[in-house]
């Protein structure tokens, strides 16, 4: 570890940043390229040579032999091709080359990535193009370039492109709004996103011996241990030494980097834990958190541990989200979310909340499937973690504020409020207007909104696309009536009270885990799509193709064959699990107990053998509960193969996504009953995976 006085030092110290081009590049090409990033405008192709050979000589000083283009394909992970700067020239000698070429285009195989249909095997060609809106960087000794990822077509097949799209496109419809409130200065729009990560540690060798772990990211068996979190007394409890000295070495990497990790401390369950980043610009926040999760889990073994990404790795207790922080300003530095010492009287303020109000209602079935995956379908709806009903919190001071535009009453603007502890020594604090509330799935938390069902192993992306393009339409909508308006101010006010009006059955301040919310949510008639096939059968509706249509966001062709990757990524995780269920049944589980039941069974032969009239009903009750649940795990496993067998024969991969919701998943968890039953009584030397109470506590 760096001594803390060098963290400034190596702070972005293996980035091309904005600090190295002004010092590695000519004036024009500098402001050029520094333009483009400010702007997003298009890039300047004539100064590509330069920039590539800045970069090169650059990251060949710092050790890089080598060039890849970093993208985001639609497998939920990052992809890279590395090719050496190397280029004879002839004697037996080379030299070390890059090019502006390329620089701006790499050219991997598109057919060997998901494409929903969009690319078959004999359709290999596709195009990586320089994001020069996002730093290049150095790891492991090649230079990374982050690109966008396209079909010879020109169709998206990755993340970037489409959110690069929606940053535009926003950017586009706040800029009309703002120049309507008189900012003339401004020239782009930005959202910001900090992304909170939480994530497990574990003994490696804990790991390794479970293959639903190793297989799956997540325990599909699994009593629960003696003790979880019930206590209360891990979260931001003290650092275990081991996860501390990971941590530091995480921190170190990612600063390296430039990923402004800020904050780290144990989260609610035991083996849980959480770090944050200081906000970012979208774009590089969407790289920044891929970084963070490769780092996460390729340091973990250095520590002798491994790092669980997965939502729910343990039922019972907490799983892991990934709360993203969602924010709206300008170039200039202003916040369009903040609400100000009178946020009654912030017409700014209150039109862009009404356009976030509005744009969480119309598209809630985008968000919620923005969250949709096998695995985080196992944490949504408790332990912290929001229901599939989408709402939005705002605290009791903007809904005061919204109710009475709403009913045209007067709000009484509330003076701070001070709490005293009672001890002399202690200063008075400060009291928020509001409390939090963490069975919310979008909360308003000061002067941004924190959605907080994106799982913990996801990427991003997909959430920030949607919230970015369904809250441009909305402030491009209301840039059409204001524009137009005779008088401006009274129509603003009647647009914000009506907004508010149309669209309030979205808030909602109350207990989300609640059977009386899920009662009223129906009422209120929102969505409730408690699974991932269901939401994703509602991704490709006629208002969802017209809203990413309109901004170009994404063509009907690219969210069809999105629909198609959802459902087929669902397919084979439940595939996955339930062939890693039956293996571990009948090569684990099963040996075990009856190597148990029969070594108990000769233990009882000989103690009546040597002691006439002995006691063993203690014994003998174990033993014939044993025995009836190998018989019914036994049962259980063969109902398993027989709907499994049945899933691998459905025609289309939506057709089996289904078809596991509804008849797979219920015989998976029959035989998961059956296997926890058999370890709570089977002796502790005989069971042969680790437990809950070993893994979770061993570090």
Same mark, same amino acid.
């Given at each position: 570890m760096e001594r803390t006085e060098r963290i400034p030092e190596i702070f972005a110290s293996l980035v091309f940043s904005e600090d190295v081009m002004r010092e590695r590049l000519p004036k024009d090409v500098y402001k050029s390229l520094l333009n483009t990033i400010a702007t997003g405008k298009e890039i300047d192709a004539s100064i590509a040579d330069v920039v590539a050979g800045a970069m090169k000589d650059w990251a060949i000083e710092h050790g890089a032999t080598h060039f890849t283009h970093w993208f985001q394909p639609l497998t939920g992970v990052t992809a890279e091709k590395h090719d050496a700067f190397l280029t004879p020239v002839g004697g037996g000698k080379a030299i070390m080359e890059f090019s502006g070429k390329e620089l701006i285009k790499g050219e991997p195989d598109a057919s060997s990535f998901p494409s929903g249909g969009l690319r078959a095997t004999f359709e290999?060609?596709? $195009?990586?193009?320089?994001?020069?809106?996002?730093?290049?960087?150095?790891?492991?000794? *090649?230079?990374?370039?982050?690109?966008?990822?396209?079909? $010879?077509?020109?169709?998206?097949?990755?993340?970037k492109t489409p959110l690069l799209r929606s940053m535009d496109a926003i950017s586009t419809a706040g800029l009309r709004i703002i120049r309507l409130f008189g900012d003339t200065t401004s020239e782009r729009v930005v959202t910001t996103v900090g992304a909170e990560q939480e994530y497990f540690l574990i003994d490696e060798k804990d790991f390794k011996a479970r293959r639903d772990l190793y297989y799956c990211g997540r325990t599909l068996f699994g009593a629960p241990a003696i003790k979880g979190q019930e206590l209360e007394d891990h979260y931001f409890g003290a650092i275990p030494t081991r996860v501390a000295a990971y941590m530091k070495e995480l921190d170190t990497e990612l600063w390296k980097l430039g990923i402004s990790s800020k904050t780290k401390h144990n989260e609610a369950a035991p083996a849980q834990h959480e770090l944050a980043p200081i906000f970012c610009t979208t774009n590089i926040a969407v790289d920044n958190n891929l970084l963070t999760m490769e780092f996460m889990r390729k340091l973990a073994p250095k520590h002798g541990m491994a790092c669980l990404l997965a939502e729910k790795p343990f039922e019972g207790i907490n799983g892991s989200?990934?709360?993203?922080?969602?924010?709206?300003?300008?170039? *200039?530095?202003?916040?369009?979310?903040?609400?100000?010492?009178?946020?009654?009287?912030?017409?700014?303020?209150?039109?862009?909340?009404?356009?976030?109000?509005?744009?969480?209602?119309?598209?809630?079935?985008?968000?919620?499937?923005?969250?949709?995956?096998? *695995?985080?379908?196992?944490?949504?709806?408790?332990?912290?973690?929001?229901?599939?009903?989408?709402?939005?919190?705002?605290?009791?001071?903007?809904?005061?504020?919204?109710?009475?535009?709403?009913?045209?009453?007067?709000?009484?603007?509330?003076?701070?409020?001070?709490?005293?502890?009672?001890?002399?020594?202690?200063?008075?604090?400060?009291?928020?207007?509001?409390?939090?509330?963490?069975?919310?799935?979008?909360?308003?938390t000061g002067n941004k909104f924190e959605f907080r069902m994106v799982g913990s192993s996801q990427n991003i992306a997909l959430a920030n696309i949607v919230i970015n393009t369904a809250v441009a339409e909305v402030l491009s909508d209301f840039a059409d009536i204001l524009e137009s308006a005779d008088s401006f101010e009274s129509e603003l006010d009647a647009l914000i009270a009506k907004t508010f009006r149309s669209h309030s059955r979205i808030l909602f301040s109350g207990n989300s885990y609640s059977a009386e919310w899920e009662k009223e949510a129906e009422a209120r008639?929102?969505?409730?799509?408690?699974?991932?096939?269901?939401?994703?059968?509602?991704?490709?509706?006629?208002?969802?193709?017209?809203?990413?249509?309109?901004?170009?966001?994404?063509?009907?062709?690219?969210?069809?064959?999105?629909?198609?990757?959802?459902?087929?990524?669902?397919?084979?995780?439940?595939?996955?699990?339930?062939?890693?269920?039956?293996?571990?049944?009948?090569?684990?589980?099963?040996?075990?107990?009856?190597?148990?039941?029969?070594?108990?069974?000769? *233990?009882?032969?000989?103690?009546?053998?040597?002691?006439?009239?002995?006691?063993?009903?203690?014994?003998?009750?174990?033993?014939?509960?044993?025995?009836?649940?190998?018989?019914?795990?036994?049962?259980a496993y063969n109902a398993l193969l027989r709907v499994e067998n049945t899933a691998l024969s459905k025609s289309t991969d939506e057709e089996a996504a289904f078809y596991y919701k509804n008849s797979v998943i219920p015989k998976m968890d029959a035989l998961r009953k059956c296997v926890d039953a058999m370890e709570v009584l089977c002796s502790r030397e005989y069971w042969p995976v680790p437990t809950y109470g070993d893994i979770t506590f061993r570090i």
């Open positions: 290999a060609r596709g $195009y990586t193009a320089w994001d020069p809106a996002s730093y290049a960087f150095i790891k492991d000794g *090649s230079l990374y370039i982050p690109t966008a990822f396209c079909s $010879y077509g020109g169709e998206a097949l990755d993340t989200g990934k709360h993203n922080n969602w924010s709206l300003g300008t170039d *200039s530095g202003k916040n369009l979310l903040k609400p100000g010492k009178n946020p009654a009287e912030n017409k700014q303020f209150l039109l862009f909340l009404a356009a976030v109000i509005r744009a969480v209602d119309e598209y809630q079935d985008l968000l919620r499937i923005s969250a949709a995956t096998a *695995s985080n379908d196992c944490r949504l709806g408790g332990c912290e973690a929001p229901p599939a009903i989408i709402s939005i919190f705002l605290g009791e001071e903007l809904e005061t504020i919204v109710h009475s535009i709403i009913d045209g009453s007067h709000y009484e603007k509330r003076g701070a409020k001070y709490m005293s502890l009672g001890i002399p020594s202690v200063p008075a604090i400060r009291r928020d207007t509001t409390d939090r509330n963490r069975t919310s799935p979008f909360a308003f008639g929102l969505s409730n799509f408690k699974t991932s096939p269901e939401a994703y059968a509602h991704f490709t509706d006629d208002k969802n193709i017209k809203l990413f249509g309109k901004f170009g966001v994404m063509s009907e062709t690219e969210m069809r064959s999105r629909r198609e990757i959802f459902f087929e990524n669902y397919r084979k995780i439940k595939n996955i699990e339930a062939r890693t269920m039956l293996e571990m049944t009948i090569r684990d589980f099963i040996p075990a107990v009856s190597k148990y039941v029969t070594e108990l069974s000769a *233990s009882v032969n000989a103690r009546l053998t040597a002691l006439k009239g002995a006691s063993v009903a203690a014994e003998c009750d174990i033993i014939e509960k044993l025995s009836e649940l190998l018989t019914k795990t036994y049962d």
